[in-house]
């Protein structure tokens, strides 16, 4: 079954513009993981966030985690065209396995 | 996709005709993963393997049998191929230690008419 789930399944901003998109997940993590897919592409691994971590960023990417309402945001500021891809979450639970979400499409508009 | 390689990368295949996915990696890891990519579904585990021959069953594992004889090749075989298989099939593999980071194959497109 899906761990995590994503909100919303699509979105679509002007060039620019920061994208926000959302993840909720049901049971106790080790850590959430986001992913970007390029169309017709593998999955990249993006960035990574620990249980015991509140907020982590990466160049443009900022990730928060409120273990509490077991959910995480992606906030990427910013926006650009290459931006343009779906994301998802995954979350670790142990057992080396993710659990992927159903992804939100990203849609950056020149 | 560097150090991963998934053949074929394109498939159509009549039902009920047997199909092997082969995942190749350069990168020694030690686990390997199959995951289907469907609309709407996202990516589902099928199996996984954590060491040569030793291999466990994911979220949608019923119709596809795995097996793992080298530590760089991972195979997926659908025995009869029906319908429902047609998806896009990913390869991921990840190195022991914590955390778990997967990295992603190209993708096998799979159609079964």
């Known amino acids: 079954s899906q761990q995590g789930e994503e909100d919303p399944q699509a979105l679509s901003i002007q060039e620019g513009e920061n994208a926000t998109m959302n993840c909720s997940y049901k049971t106790s993590i080790n850590n959430l993981q986001w992913y970007r897919q390029n169309s017709g592409r593998g999955l990249v691994h993006l960035i990574l966030?620990?249980?015991?971590?509140r907020e982590k960023h990466s160049g443009r990417l900022r990730v928060t985690l409120d273990t509490s309402k077991k959910s995480s945001s992606l906030l990427i500021t910013a926006s650009r065209a290459a931006d343009t891809a779906s994301y998802f979450c995954?979350?670790?639970?142990?057992?080396?396995?993710?659990?992927f979400g159903q992804g939100t499409r990203l849609t950056i508009n020149p | 996709d560097a150090g991963i390689t998934q053949s074929p990368r394109h498939k159509v295949t009549e039902t009920g005709t047997p199909v092997t996915l082969r995942c190749h990696q350069t990168?020694?890891?030690?686990?390997m993963y199959w995951y289907r990519q469907d609309p709407g579904h996202g990516l589902r585990l099928i199996h996984y393997?954590?060491?040569?021959?030793?291999?466990d069953k994911g979220e949608v594992s019923d119709g596809y049998s795995v097996s793992r004889s080298k530590t760089e090749d991972f195979l997926l075989t659908l025995e009869s191929a029906t319908s429902s298989q047609t998806s896009v099939y990913f390869c991921a593999i990840s190195p022991s230690g914590s955390p778990l980071v997967q990295y992603f194959g190209p993708g096998t497109r799979l159609t079964v008419t």
């Open positions: 393997s954590y060491g040569v021959k030793d291999t």
């Open positions: 966030i620990r249980s015991n971590e």
């Open positions: 990168e020694n890891h030690r686990y």
């Open positions: 995954a979350t670790d639970e142990g057992a080396q396995k993710l659990v």
